[in-house]
Nanobody
Framework: VQLQASGGGLVQAGGSLRLSCAAS????????IGWFRQAPGKEREFVAA????????YYTGSMKGRFTISRDNAKNTVYLHMNSLKPKDTAVYYC?????????????????WGQGTQVTISS
């Protein structure tokens, strides 16, 4: 499966963005989809993940309540809605697909990765 992340940009602190992860090649409903981010000079960190059906979601603590992950399997797309953005949210955001779905927060569990989309939050 090929993944294409989009929707990044430059917004002011307190603003919102919606990232999209569109899949081609195979149906996205076969995979757990996760979002990760990587800021300059830092390791890639887990943001959120969603189950095959969309019934289950999981967030890292600092994003819970501000970010919402959702999926539309009919459109073969997963979304990350980000609200109350802060300068520390500045990073390249990646989406990834996991076939097994055994450990959603571990980047090494994911099988396919998109190219990333830049999110920059100004203070």
């Amino acid at each position: 499966v090929q993944l294409q992340a989009s929707g990044g940009g430059l917004v002011q602190a307190g603003g919102s963005l919606r990232l999209s992860c569109a899949a081609s090649g195979r149906t996205l409903s076969r995979y757990v989809i996760g979002w990760f981010r990587q800021a300059p000079g830092k390791e890639r960190e887990f943001v959120a993940a969603i189950s095959w059906s969309g019934a289950g979601t999981y967030y890292t603590g600092s994003m819970k309540g501000r970010f919402t992950i959702s999926r539309d399997n009919a459109k073969n797309t997963v979304y990350l809605h980000m609200n109350s953005l802060k300068p520390k949210d500045t990073a390249v955001y990646y989406c990834a697909a996991d076939v097994e779905g055994t450990s959603w927060s571990r980047s090494d569990e994911y099988d396919y990765w998109g190219q990333g989309t830049q999110v920059t939050i100004s203070s």
